[in-house]
């Protein structure tokens, strides 16, 4: 395979068959969680939290407790001719180095990602630090972007794991006009009981 022929303008080449998928191209008689923006395909063992805004009570935020690993997912609006995981990458690299951490970029199963090492407010002399991964995937006019933190930051099987969990996201863009990096709305699941 050539690097002319294995990336797509959305830098994954097999983003539309192997996810995280549109959601034109999601199966519709998968039982996926509806939470507004994305959907997510349930599974044993997988543990779903939203997090909340103080101030204005929306949802900003997935997150998802599986493997011993956690991934935080957020669903933006994108243009429709270029993607924004590039430049996010350089934003969350400033970000983590600002903050006294170390950020280094690899090119990961998923595509180009950042392994952190975030300083965390723990240790008193404030050396402690955790591991993450951030993780970005393109799509038609959305970008969906993971972090991932616990065992699958360092370890592949359970990074294989969320990865795969990551992959079977559907994000529902919509068609309403929105303005790109605009977060897509979440919502609470439409069936009580259902994560």
Known sequence: MSMTDDLTSDGLADRATAGPFDEAEANPVRPYIDLGGIKILPREGLNLRLEVEEQTKRIVAVSLDYADSSLQVQPFAAPRSTGLWEETRAQIREQVTQQGGRVEEREGPLGPELLAEVPTVAGADGSATRL?????????????????????ASDLDAAAQVEDLFRSIVVVRGGTPMPPRDLIPLRMPATPGSA
């Open 132 to 152: 993450a991964r951030f993780i970005g995937v393109d799509g038609p006019r959305w970008f969906l972007r993971g972090v991932i933190g616990g065992a699958a």
